[in-house]
């Protein structure tokens, strides 16, 4: 059994990079002689997350082992990277039959691939009745192409703009929150914004990279017109879609003006250049300010960061499901785990204990999470941004072969910043790019 195997026969199983995450010390899955209990004779239900899911912090593990006698929680993952580490090991681990959790994350974007052979995952349709949790968009996410229940929701992004009010007020800009989202209600005023800091020359860069910003102006683009983005379900490219050429448009054109800086996300310098001032603005979903900017960032800037709505609709960055392996040695108690662990309530407070903006619009109206605010952040109300930039937002539903095609155009765009692509072949070099992920997505490499 394959793990990918697309309607069309092809498998697009990625091969999993040498020292690769191993996802469970225990092995959950497979024909290995574990019975999955330990030596008290309890169930060990691994769940293998990615990033912060912020379960250890909400201390879910001793509150449902106490629910539950005879079940043993173990959470592992966090801090391991999504793309570069945990789903090549997961896609590795499933096609073997053996090495994944009992519980297992992905993100929102990889859904189309990872849900695409149904077999490989457990029927959740026992809890059909919380569709009521989600909106339709993320209800559906979570099912199969022959529209099995597989993965239930748990957080989303939002969008809003992070911004160093510091820097803004060195540069000569506005620098209250209200003033900063007026000045860049749309995207028109974030470029005359981005030129004014330019001119005022202060050394430091006003956007931090190029993808970033293309997250953002991608889905927003595609959501207010024909949703189309790089490529359709088919692996036609679509890179002369109105998104994906506006939004490059954009892209390029700040990087012209010397607005945008050379710092790929989650490299040393993007962290390090955000703990010492060195861009004023990035792209900014709920999980990104709690979990990445206020810890990278310290203490000494805490008052110095601050929140601002997104030019344009806002949007949405982010999302992610939990769902069950159906080769996995005790499968209906981990869907009663994973059931537990994306309700509203635990939504609410791993959005406390960590940030992560719930998925479930339930949660998203609790006043635990709509009344919030950010001390980190000079008393922004984070809740209130997140949530309005959600509700203005139409949501996109990603093809099997985007997760490959956004990789290379994104490799593509940090290769424009930093010069390594002339501008003027910016177009042509990810258009080979794209060419070459489809061909590997499509050939199993």
Known sequence: MHLLKRQHGRVALAAAAAGALALTSACSGGDDGDDGLNKDGKIVLTVSTFNTFGYVQAGFEAEYEAANENIDVVFEGDGVGFDDAYRPALETALDAGSG??????????????????????????????????????????????????????????????????????????????????????????????????????????????????????????????????????????????????????????????????????????????????????????GWMATAVIEPNSGEDNAGKWDMAAAPGVAGNWGGSFLAVPAAGKHTEEAAALASWLTEPEQQIRVFEAVGNFPSSPAAQADPRVADSSSEYFSGAPTGQILSASIQSFQALEYSYFHPPVKGAVETTINGIVDGSVPLEDARSAIQSAAEDAIQLAGAGL
């Open 100 to 285: 994944f959790g009992d519980v297992v994350a992905m993100d929102e974007q990889a859904t189309p691939q990872l849900f695409q052979n149904g077999d490989l995952w457990y029927d959740l349709s026992a809890y059909e009745s919380r569709s009521a949790d989600y909106t339709e968009n993320t209800w559906n996410l979570g099912h199969t192409p022959d529209d099995k229940l597989v993965g239930l929701g748990t957080d989303i992004g939002g969008m809003a703009m992070c911004y160093r009010a510091d820097l803004f007020e060195a540069a000569g800009l506005p620098a209250d929150r209200d003033s900063v989202a007026a000045a860049w209600a749309d995207w028109d005023g974030f470029k005359a914004l981005a030129q004014q800091y330019v001119d005022a020359d202060t050394g430091t860069a006003f956007l931090d990279n190029g993808t970033q910003l293309q997250n953002v102006l991608l889905s927003q683009f595609a959501g207010t017109g024909d949703g189309e983005m790089y490529v359709d379900n088919d692996g036609n490219l679509t890179l002369d879609s109105a998104a994906a050429t506006a939004s490059l448009d954009l892209v390029l054109e700040l990087t012209e003006m010397g607005a945008i800086g050379n710092f790929p996300t989650w490299g040393e310098e993007w962290f390090a250049a955000m703990a010492e001032g060195g861009y004023a603005v990035t792209p900014c979903p």
